[in-house]
């Protein structure tokens, strides 16, 4: 009983509906032919192509994009997209309708190195170049120095793969990332003062670099050093041991004639007398 009255109720309802809408429709369309006049003025100039913000406020994310990282590519959208909104799913014609890199440029990284997108991933962002399988085996194509280096001066670096110290591209990674300095003090800025990282065992240093770096693994002739009372105690380490590592200098290419040539000629060696170069016997001070 109940559910027939519910129906009866819904279905009077829906045709006071209908007829409502039938009546504010017929007014409403009697009123649309009053109110759009036409308006030539709108169309008397011919429209202003669109300026690459007025394309940014549909896309502001690519805007964006060429906004903060575009560098050379920061040039109106339509140099690139000759042709816009002509996509469709339909003629499956997305490729054709995109711009080509090759308009612009032609072989920028010579003839073996094509397929753009696969390392410029967003042309949007041109310089920002993705750490991929292509570029990680291709760095040499591109910077062939420091190979030729590892490979000549070989040392445990060669065995590293470029990317394990460059984990992005043209990033420089600091020595402190997997090393510690040779003493406590010792600033990252002066590694390279003595190494080189692509052949980190040629080592070569100036005149003055710090005696305390030497002594970080020479502790034993440092602290003889550091204690003896000759002269040599204010000549710096890499002051004799100049340029390169692990080298003698001789002792005349500063006392060129300490002795008559007589006594040099029956003793060549110097050390038979002055013992140790590091703590050279000295008279004892008279106190
Ligand atoms: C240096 C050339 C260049 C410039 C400048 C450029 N684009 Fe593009 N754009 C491209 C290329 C190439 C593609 C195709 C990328 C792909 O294959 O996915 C593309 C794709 C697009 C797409 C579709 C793909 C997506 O990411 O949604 C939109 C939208 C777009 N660009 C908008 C813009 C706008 C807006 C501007 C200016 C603010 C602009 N582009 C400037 C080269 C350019
Ligand atoms: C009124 C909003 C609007 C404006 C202005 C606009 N676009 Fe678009 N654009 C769209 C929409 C919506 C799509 C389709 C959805 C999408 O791909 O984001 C589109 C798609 C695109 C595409 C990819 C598909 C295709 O058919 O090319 C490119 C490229 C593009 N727009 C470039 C531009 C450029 C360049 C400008 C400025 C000259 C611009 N658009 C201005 C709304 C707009
Ligand atoms: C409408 C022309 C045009 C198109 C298309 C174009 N470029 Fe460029 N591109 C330029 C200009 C102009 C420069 C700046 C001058 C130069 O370096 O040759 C540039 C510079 C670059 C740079 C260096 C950016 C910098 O700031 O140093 C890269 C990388 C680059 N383009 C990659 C691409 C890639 C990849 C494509 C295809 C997805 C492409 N370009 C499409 C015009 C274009
Ligand atoms: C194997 C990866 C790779 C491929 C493929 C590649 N590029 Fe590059 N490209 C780079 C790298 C890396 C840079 C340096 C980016 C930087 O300055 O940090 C670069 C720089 C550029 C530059 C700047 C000019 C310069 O030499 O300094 C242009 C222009 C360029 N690429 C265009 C192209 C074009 C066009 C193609 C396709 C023919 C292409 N690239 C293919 C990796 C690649
Ligand atoms: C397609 C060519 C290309 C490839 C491939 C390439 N680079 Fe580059 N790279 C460049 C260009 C161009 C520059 C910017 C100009 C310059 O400083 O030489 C650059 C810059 C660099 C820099 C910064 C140089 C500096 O002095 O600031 C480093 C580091 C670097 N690349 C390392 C690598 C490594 C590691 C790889 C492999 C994972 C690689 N590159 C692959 C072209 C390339
Ligand atoms: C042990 C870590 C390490 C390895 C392995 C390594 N690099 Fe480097 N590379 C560096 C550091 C650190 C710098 C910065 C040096 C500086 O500032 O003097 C650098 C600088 C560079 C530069 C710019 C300066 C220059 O010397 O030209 C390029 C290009 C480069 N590396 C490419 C490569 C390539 C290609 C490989 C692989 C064949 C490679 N690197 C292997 C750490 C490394
Ligand atoms: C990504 C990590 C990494 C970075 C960055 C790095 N190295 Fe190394 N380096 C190594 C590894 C790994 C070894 C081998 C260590 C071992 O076997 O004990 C090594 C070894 C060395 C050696 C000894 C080489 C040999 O054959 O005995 C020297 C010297 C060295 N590194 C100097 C440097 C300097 C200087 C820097 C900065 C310019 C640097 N390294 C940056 C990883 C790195
Ligand atoms: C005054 C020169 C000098 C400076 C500055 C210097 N080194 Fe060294 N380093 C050396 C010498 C010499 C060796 C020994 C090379 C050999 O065994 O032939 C060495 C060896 C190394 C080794 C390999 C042996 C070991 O101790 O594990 C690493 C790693 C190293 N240095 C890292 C660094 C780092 C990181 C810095 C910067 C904080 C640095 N060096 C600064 C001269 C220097
Ligand atoms: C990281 C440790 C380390 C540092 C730092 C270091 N050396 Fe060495 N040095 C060595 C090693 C290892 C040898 C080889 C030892 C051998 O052959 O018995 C060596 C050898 C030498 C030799 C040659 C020894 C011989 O018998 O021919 C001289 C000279 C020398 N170092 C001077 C220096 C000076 C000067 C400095 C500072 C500028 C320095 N070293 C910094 C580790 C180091
Ligand atoms: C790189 C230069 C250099 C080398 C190499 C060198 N010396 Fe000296 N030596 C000096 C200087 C500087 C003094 C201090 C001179 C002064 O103050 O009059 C000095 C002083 C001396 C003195 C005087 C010591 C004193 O305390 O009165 C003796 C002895 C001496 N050197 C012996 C040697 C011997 C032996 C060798 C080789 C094993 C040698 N030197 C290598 C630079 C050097
Ligand atoms: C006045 C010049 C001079 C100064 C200063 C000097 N050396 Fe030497 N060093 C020599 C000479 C010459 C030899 C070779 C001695 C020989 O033939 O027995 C030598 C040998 C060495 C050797 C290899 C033999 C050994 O005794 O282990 C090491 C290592 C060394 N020096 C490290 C150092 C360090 C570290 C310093 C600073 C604390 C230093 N030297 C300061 C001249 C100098
Ligand atoms: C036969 C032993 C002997 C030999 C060999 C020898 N010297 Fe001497 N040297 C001495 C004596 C002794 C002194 C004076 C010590 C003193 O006055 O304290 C001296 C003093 C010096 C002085 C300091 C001179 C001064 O005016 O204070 C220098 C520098 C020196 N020798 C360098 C050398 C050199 C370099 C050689 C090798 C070419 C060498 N000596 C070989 C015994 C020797």
Known sequence: MKKAKLQLIT???????VMAGAAFAAQNSSKMKVQIPPA????????????????????????????DNGAKHRFDCQKCHSVI??????????????????????QPHGAKITACSTCHTNPHTPKAVAMNATLMNSCSQCHPGPQEQLLKF??????????????????????F?????????????????????????????????PAVTCGSCHT??????????????KVNCA????????FIPQCRECHPTPHPEGII??????????????????????K
Not at 239 to 246: E, G, I, L, N
Not at 265 to 286: A, E, M, N, Q, R
């Open 40 to 67: 030539p003025e709108l169309y008397a100039t011919a429209p202003q192509p669109l300026t690459a913000n007025q394309c940014g406020q549909c896309h502001p994310s690519l805007f964006g994009n060429i906004k």
């Open 239 to 246: 002051f004799c041991h100049r340029d390169k590592h692990k």
């Open 220 to 233: 034993k002739v440092f602290a003889k050093w550091q204690k003896t009372e000759s002269k040599h105690a």
């Open 154 to 175: 070989k040392s445990k670096h060669t065995k590293l793969a470029c990317s394990k110290c460059h984990t992005a591209h043209g990033l420089k990674p600091s020595c």
């Open 11 to 17: 279905i009077l309802m829906l045709v006071m509906g």
């Open 177 to 209: 990332n997997c090393h510690k300095p040779h003493h406590t003090g010792q600033e990252v800025t002066t590694c390279n003062k003595c190494h080189s990282v692509h052949s980190p065992l040629q080592v070569t240093y100036t005149k003055d670099s």
């Open 85 to 106: 909104h002509a996509y469709s799913p339909r003629k499956n014609n997305y490729d054709a309708v995109m711009p080509k890199c090759g308009t612009c440029h032609d």
């Open 265 to 286: 000629g029956k003793f060549p060696k110097c050390l038979t007398c002055h013992l140790d170069v590091h703590d050279l016997p000295v008279k004892p001070k008279k």
